[in-house]
Each structure stands twice: as structure tokens, then as C-alpha cells.
């Protein structure tokens, strides 16, 4: 069983957005959809050493801003070349103001 | 501008499983993090938005414009007024294609994927490059930007082959190895540096694509044997040849005579102020720093991207002309002088090149001039 930990506040994400989260050595990448949702996936991109925070999200896909590798945020599923290998994804659950993740 | 010669330390190998791609790997230069321009997040996603609008009107009138040269060249097959026409045909089938192929490639001409999956196989075609082949590559040509082998795509080795360097000018070159790598393909090979490089879940797809382009062109070669004319390969093959000096003339102004072996794209990458017709042709790829820089941003977006950070980045190089001015002495002095590049000065408000990971010097090695 995971930790929950907080990552940002909600206002820290706009809508249609990523930032990145650093905890404990890991980077996480946290994501608010355009219905306002919030998710978070491993911050990295499985491709090669790129930081999905630096990335496009449109709609439910987040864009490697390296190679143009895209996934499912919301499942981790990778979608198009060259990200081949699914990203790790992590509970969120809000509490009050603040976003929080469960992480390994 | 300053000319650099560092001390010779013997041949580069440019083999993807040779010795500089192994020091590379071991000296943590390949795959490394590049330095980037500081931009604010707001203003990078604004500049990343996607939009099918841009590329949609330049599809049209690319194709557009295809079909009515191509036309008009097969109308006046026969005499002298073909060859305008042709030439035309030529320049967006045999250069065109190229910066549709890499636009598509990375995903950001269109909006709309599908749009970029279908541009790109035509494209791809038309250049002959091998769409599953050339998506990988490409995505290491990004990751190790001129690293002396891991770069599957440096147009100029060094010492330069200057025989080859003019005949890709008429594609004699490119389209040798082309035609060779996609036989080899068809009979089910792939070569030990493309498995380096393209996924094994991947290779199948390699394979097939080249088997459908042999039928393509068997079929294209039957017709003109049985017209008894070379007027169906003047429309499918040929341009690649005699329309291929635009895209040559801008690819090797993208990286020539520059720096190899590091980690920041202002070393080694040249953004040159070009006409609207070239630039047309070329899909803003003069603006080679910043799409190496940040590759996510669409070619209609380069203008603006180059905008927000030439405070950080050398001078454009004015001209076509004034790029091949400073690039042909640094290919001459490369013949005797491999390290030999060029290094342009930064502006007052750029912050220092990263040179942290140059490749030094072989202990021992004497000194250039």
C-alpha cells in the first residue's frame, strides 16, 4: 500500500494542463483534464529521458515534447511512436485545495 | 563568427556500432540533456498548439500544384515546354516531399493525426525513405543531434565526401542507397544499424512497405517499357533525382560545417533567412535551432518560436548564399582538419554555449593550424 503525499494545489494546474512533481527522487507528472479531473502518471517518458511536464496535453493525451511519443494520461496506455511501453500511473484523490498522490 | 580547429585525433567512425557511438554512450553523450532556451510554459504551449488550418492550405496547394505541373509537363511531352513544367514537378516532388515527410513525421504539421499519417506515407514515397525506418532514425537524430555514431542522419561526415556532397544535388547518391536499402528490405533484411535503432515489434512493418513500393515501381517501369517511353517514370521516380537539388541545397546548411559532439543545438545547427517560395518548400525548416531545440513546435510556429528566443541564439545566417559562404572553407579545411567547425558569436543577452561535454582531444595528439 502506497503513501499519500501532496503534490500541488489545484489552482496549480490549469485545465488542459501537466506540471511536474518531484518526490523522494521521482518524478511525477500531474495532469488536470478539460472536465476539471486530475491524474498522474510516472513523469518521464518511457521512449527516452524527456520530461512529460515540458509536454502538450490535448484532450486526454499527453505529448513526449522529445519525439512526439503520446499517451492515455488517464491510463498510461501509449498511443503513438515511439513510446511503445504503457507510463506508470498513480492514484490522486483531492482533499480540500490540495491534490494529493498515492506513491509506491 | 569564429573558426575553431581542435587538435586531430584521428578518423571519426561513424558507424552506429562503432567505436565514437560506444564513447559516446560510455561518456554520457549520448542521450544527454541539451540546454535549451528558458521559455515561459504559457508561452511554449501557445506556441505547441496544433492547428490543421496552416497545413491543410499548404497540402492543397502542394498537391495542387503537383498534379498541374505534372499535367501541363505531360501535355507538352514531346518539346521544349515540358521542361519548365517538369523542373517545377520536380522541385515539390524531390524536395517538397522531404519537409512534408519530417513535419508529418514528428506529428505537428496537422492537428489532426490521421492527416499527418497519411502526408507523411505520400511524402515518404516520394523521397524514398522507408516511413518506419526514417521515423526511428529521426527520432535519434533528435536525441543525439551529430553525435558522431548514434546520429544516423549526418549529411556531412568528416572528412567530407565532396563527390558525394555534389551528386546528392541530383540525388544520384541517395537514391542509390535508397533503391539498395529497399530491395534489401523487400527480401526480409534489415541491416545491423537499422535493428540498432528500429524496435523489433517495428520490423515487420519495414519489410512490407518496401515490398509495396518494389510493386510500385515494377509496375511504373512496366508501363514505361511498354509506352516505350520514360514519361511515366518522369512522373513517379525520376523527380527524386532531378528535383532534388532544393532540398539539398537547404538540408546541408541545417547542420554543415558546424559543431559535432555536443549538447547545445546553437553549436550545431545554423537557422538561415530564406525566400517565401523556399521557405514554402522547405516548411520553415530554416529555422533549424529552434526546431531542433523544441521539435514539438509546429513549422507555422517557428517564425514566432524564433522570435521569443534569438536574444539566446547566434545571429540567422542572412542568406542561402551567405551559408554556403561560411560553410564551403570550413568543408575545404575539414579535408585536412577533421575537428575543424564554426562557431558563431552569441549575442550579449545569450547565456555561454554548453561545452561541458565536448569530446576532449586524444591525449598526445598534435597540435592544428
Redo the contacts between chains.
Keep these: 500500500m502506497g503513501r499519500w503525499v501532496t503534490a500541488c494545489a489545484i489552482d496549480d494546474v490549469d485545465e488542459e494542463d501537466v506540471i511536474r512533481f518531484d518526490h523522494e527522487g521521482k518524478v511525477y507528472a500531474i495532469y488536470k483534464s478539460p472536465q476539471g479531473e486530475f491524474f498522474a502518471t510516472n513523469g518521464v517518458c518511457t521512449h527516452e529521458h524527456a520530461y512529460l511536464s515540458d509536454g502538450l496535453v490535448m484532450g486526454d493525451i499527453i505529448e513526449c515534447p522529445k519525439h512526439n511519443g503520446r499517451f492515455d494520461y488517464r491510463t498510461g496506455a501509449a498511443r503513438s511512436a515511439p513510446a511503445c511501453v504503457d507510463l506508470a500511473t498513480f492514484p490522486v484523490r483531492i482533499e480540500g485545495e490540495d491534490v494529493l498522490v498515492e506513491v509506491g | 563568427m569564429t573558426d575553431v580547429a581542435l587538435n586531430p585525433r584521428g578518423r571519426r567512425d561513424y558507424d552506429l556500432l562503432g567505436a565514437d557511438g560506444r564513447r559516446a554512450v560510455e561518456t554520457g553523450l549520448a542521450?544527454a540533456?541539451w540546454y535549451h532556451t528558458d521559455v515561459p510554459r504559457k508561452q511554449?504551449?501557445e506556441l505547441?498548439?496544433?492547428s490543421d488550418g496552416p497545413a491543410i492550405r499548404d497540402t492543397i496547394l502542394w498537391l495542387g500544384l503537383l498534379v498541374l505541373f505534372g499535367a501541363s509537363g505531360v501535355y507538352f511531352w514531346g518539346t521544349w515546354w515540358c521542361v519548365p513544367f517538369f523542373a517545377a514537378y520536380g522541385v515539390l516532388y524531390g524536395s517538397a516531399s522531404d519537409s512534408r515527410w519530417h513535419e508529418c513525421g514528428?506529428?505537428?504539421a496537422f492537428?489532426t493525426?490521421w492527416m499527418n499519417r497519411v502526408v507523411y506515407q505520400i511524402a515518404c514515397f516520394m523521397i524514398m525513405r522507408n516511413p518506419v525506418t526514417w521515423?526511428?532514425s529521426h527520432?535519434r537524430h533528435?536525441?543525439d543531434t551529430i553525435i558522431v555514431g548514434r546520429d544516423p542522419e549526418i549529411a556531412v561526415m568528416r572528412p567530407p565526401d565532396l563527390v558525394r556532397l555534389i551528386l546528392g544535388f541530383v540525388g544520384i547518391s541517395d537514391v542509390w542507397y535508397a533503391m539498395s536499402d529497399m530491395m534489401r528490405n523487400a527480401a526480409g533484411h534489415l541491416s545491423a544499424a537499422e535493428k540498432s535503432f528500429i524496435?523489433a515489434?517495428?520490423q515487420r512493418k519495414v519489410v512490407r512497405t518496401a515490398r509495396i513500393w518494389v510493386a510500385i515501381y515494377a509496375g511504373v517501369i512496366a508501363l514505361s517499357i511498354y509506352m516505350q517511353s520514360i514519361l511515366p517514370l518522369m512522373l513517379v521516380g525520376l523527380p527524386r533525382l532531378y528535383g532534388a537539388w532544393h532540398m539539398v541545397m537547404c538540408g546541408l546548411l541545417q547542420h554543415g560545417g558546424l559543431a559535432d559532439n555536443v549538447t547545445d543545438h546553437r553549436l550545431n545547427s545554423r537557422t538561415v533567412h530564406m525566400n517565401p517560395v523556399s521557405r514554402f518548400i522547405y516548411w520553415n525548416m530554416n529555422y533549424h535551432v529552434e526546431h531542433h531545440m523544441?521539435?514539438?513546435v509546429p513549422y507555422h510556429a517557428l517564425p514566432r518560436l524564433h522570435a521569443a528566443i534569438r536574444h539566446d541564439l547566434p545571429a540567422p545566417t542572412p542568406s542561402i548564399w551567405a551559408g554556403y559562404k561560411e560553410m564551403i572553407p570550413a568543408f575545404l579545411r575539414q579535408l585536412r582538419y577533421e575537428d575543424y567547425f564554426i562557431k558563431r558569436e552569441l549575442p550579449p543577452t545569450a547565456k555561454p554555449y554548453r561545452e561541458d561535454l565536448h569530446v576532449p582531444p586524444m591525449p598526445g595528439a598534435a597540435a592544428a593550424q
Design positions: 542521450a540533456e511554449m504551449k505547441m498548439q496544433r514528428h506529428g505537428t492537428r493525426q521515423r526511428w527520432a533528435h536525441t524496435p515489434m517495428e523544441f521539435p514539438m
